[in-house]
């Protein structure tokens, strides 16, 4: 049977499981940041250390493809909304990990010394190679979010993408003043995006799930109200803390 038959025979509650899961999984949200830098951090000590078990163990942990994939989502569901909060997720989450990196950099510069270790010079010098692999992650990754059955397979493509090693990579070079290694990486991990929306894109097309943009708007609505919620009771806690410490 042939791909597009596979889609096309994709069940509508799988459709509508996907959809929910993606947007669940790219709110930005404290666990989604946190678990950003933390993947970040560890990407940083690898290539620092030259390292490429513990830079494999960083992409494992890394929640960014998620918001990535939404990106695409939004465009092939005309949602307006969905595209902005994806776009906002990604870009944060971008900020934040480079941050993270730069400073992590620093702090250990002592202990690592100057040098480029050759896991981080490989990610200076992207190649046409490096876009193409993102457009394959891309279309195995969206076909997989369909197919609950295959969910195994997604931390290998997590891991063959390699989102989070060039964005850390921007950090170090940014925290060594070195222009090279900040161009090259930047131009790397703009490339896995670009290819990954680009692939994503085209499978959501064809999976015709622009149909479930009810779902999507009220999956949407139902994390903003979680939000909310959460932020209500962090406050409460901290006004909580604050009058107990004035009446010690």
Do not use: C, H, W
């Not at 010394?113 to 046409?128: A, C, V």
């Not at 990754?141 to 397979?153: F, M």
């Amino acid at each position: 049977m042939s791909l597009l038959a596979q889609i096309d025979n994709l069940s509508e509650s799988d459709k509508s499981r996907a959809v929910r899961q993606l947007i669940t999984e790219s709110t930005p949200d404290f666990d989604f940041f946190l678990l950003v830098v933390l993947s970040v951090l560890m990407a940083t000590f690898g290539l620092l250390v030259d390292s490429p078990s513990i830079v494999i163990g960083s992409m494992l942990i890394a929640p960014i493809l998620s918001p990535i994939l939404s990106i695409s989502l939004g465009l092939v569901m005309s949602d307006g909304k969905l595209l902005r909060r994806s776009v906002y997720t990604v870009t944060k989450a971008s900020l934040i990990g480079i941050a993270s990196a730069v400073l992590a950099t620093l702090v250990f510069k002592s202990v690592v010394g100057d040098g480029l270790t050759s896991e981080i010079i490989s990610r200076t010098d992207p190649s046409l190679i490096y876009f193409f692999v993102a457009v394959v992650a891309g279309f195995a990754v969206s076909y997989t979010l369909a197919k609950p059955d295959l969910s195994e397979t997604l931390p290998g493509i997590a891991v063959a993408v390699a989102l989070i090693p060039p964005l850390s990579v921007i950090g170090i070079g940014i925290a060594k003043l070195d222009g090279d290694v900040i161009s090259g990486s930047l131009i790397l991990y703009l490339m896995n995006i670009i290819g990954i929306v680009f692939a994503s894109l085209v499978s959501f097309a064809l999976m015709n799930l622009y149909g479930k943009r009810r779902i999507a708007d009220a999956t949407i609505k139902k994390e903003e109200q979680r939000l909310k919620q959460e932020e209500k009771l962090a406050e409460a806690f901290k006004e909580k803390t604050q009058e107990t410490n004035n009446k010690q």
